[in-house]
C-alpha cells in the first residue's frame, strides 16, 4: 500500500511537469507572409494545427512572393515566417541578410484558367490557347512580374511558347495585350475572371484546381512543370525590380518549386518550428497542399543544410 501511494504521489508530482510540456501550451501570434496561391491550402493547414495548439494566433497575410519579401527587407515588418511561390526570392532577397536557409517544399505549373463564360471556351486547347487569347474581342489577365513570381512565369510562359509554337514576335504580342488586367498577384485575378471582367488568366494550376476553374493543360515544355526540361526553361529570362532602386534583378526559367524560411528575427521563433513541423510532415501539411494541388518535392538539398534547425532537418537533405 505504502508504495502504490508513493507511486501515485509521484505520478501526482509529475503532472504539472508534462502539463506544461504539451503542445497546447504553446500560445501567442505567430506572423505568415505568404505567396497568394498557398491561400487555400494555408488557412486549411492553420486550422488543422490549431487543434493540436488552440492558443497560437496565426495570422496569415498573403501577398505576391516578391512583395512578401519586400515587406520583410523593405519596410521591416515583423514576420516569422514567409512560404514563397519561388524559392529563389527568399535566396536572392532574403538570405543571407534577414533568413539562413530554405526548405522547398512543393511544386505547380501553370495553366489557362477560365470559367464557363469565357468566350471560344468550347473551342480553346492546347493548340490553340495563344490564338484565341489574342483575339481583340477576349480579354486576359496576369500577375505583375515585379510583385509575384505567377506574374514573371507568365511571361516566361509566353517567351517559351514562341519557341514550341514557332511563332516568333508571339511572347511579345501575348505581354502587350490586355495590360490593365494586371494585378498584384495571381488571386486577385480570380475576382476578375468571375466577375466575368476577364476571359482568360494566366494562373497556377493548383489555384484553378482550388477555385473550381475550368484550365487548358500547357505542354510540358511551357509550363514550367517538368524536369526533363529544365534547360529549355532556363532560356525565358525576365528582369524584375531589383532589391535597390532602378537596379533589376533577372529570373531565369526553371521547373516549378516553392520555399519556405523561418526569418532571422522573428519575432514567435518556438511556434514557427512547430508550424513548419507540422506544415511540411507529410501526414500533416502536406497531405492538405496535395489535396490542393500542390505535390509534394520534400526532401530536396538544401545547400545551407547545418543552419536548418535540427527538428526540420528531416525535411531537408545534405547538398
Request: aromatic content about 8%; overall charge positive; some cysteine.
Amino acid at each position: 500500500m505504502k508504495r502504490l501511494l508513493s507511486i501515485l504521489l509521484c505520478s501526482m508530482l509529475a503532472l504539472p511537469v508534462a502539463f506544461a510540456q504539451r503542445p497546447a501550451d504553446l500560445s501567442g501570434d505567430l506572423i505568415i507572409f505568404h505567396a497568394g496561391s498557398l491561400s487555400v491550402p494555408m488557412k486549411e493547414i492553420k486550422a488543422e494545427f490549431n487543434k493540436l495548439y488552440p492558443k497560437v494566433n496565426v495570422l496569415l497575410e498573403s501577398a505576391g512572393s516578391v512583395e512578401c519579401a519586400r515587406k520583410i527587407t523593405d519596410i521591416k515588418k515583423p514576420c516569422d515566417i514567409m512560404a514563397a511561390s519561388d524559392y529563389k526570392v527568399i535566396d536572392n532577397l532574403l538570405i543571407p541578410a534577414y533568413a539562413d536557409w530554405n526548405i522547398k517544399f512543393a511544386a505547380n505549373e501553370m495553366c489557362i484558367a477560365y470559367t464557363n463564360k469565357a468566350k471560344y471556351k468550347d473551342q480553346i486547347n492546347a493548340k490553340n490557347w495563344y490564338e484565341i487569347l489574342m483575339k481583340p474581342e477576349v480579354a486576359f489577365g496576369r500577375a505583375d512580374p515585379n510583385a509575384d513570381p505567377c506574374g514573371y512565369r507568365s511571361v516566361m510562359c509566353m517567351l517559351l511558347s514562341e519557341t514550341y509554337y514557332k511563332k516568333p514576335g508571339l511572347a511579345k504580342q501575348l505581354s502587350s495585350k490586355d495590360l490593365n488586367y494586371i494585378r498584384p498577384k495571381e488571386v486577385d485575378l480570380v475576382a476578375l475572371l468571375e466577375s466575368n471582367n476577364i476571359d482568360y488568366m494566366f494562373q497556377y494550376r493548383s489555384v484553378a484546381v482550388q477555385h473550381n476553374l475550368n484550365y487548358v493543360i500547357l505542354p510540358d515544355q511551357v509550363n514550367l512543370k517538368n524536369i526533363r526540361y529544365a534547360d529549355e526553361y532556363s532560356k525565358a529570362v525576365v528582369d524584375i525590380k531589383g532589391k535597390e532602386p532602378g537596379k533589376t534583378e533577372q529570373m531565369k526559367g526553371e521547373p516549378m518549386v516553392y520555399g519556405l524560411t523561418m526569418v532571422k528575427n522573428a519575432p514567435h521563433k518556438e511556434a514557427a518550428i512547430a508550424f513548419l513541423e507540422f506544415m511540411l510532415s507529410k501526414d500533416k501539411g502536406m497531405k492538405i497542399m496535395e489535396k490542393d494541388g500542390q505535390p509534394s518535392v520534400i526532401p530536396m538539398e538544401e545547400k545551407n543544410y547545418t543552419a536548418v534547425p535540427d527538428r526540420l532537418k528531416p525535411f531537408v537533405k545534405k547538398p
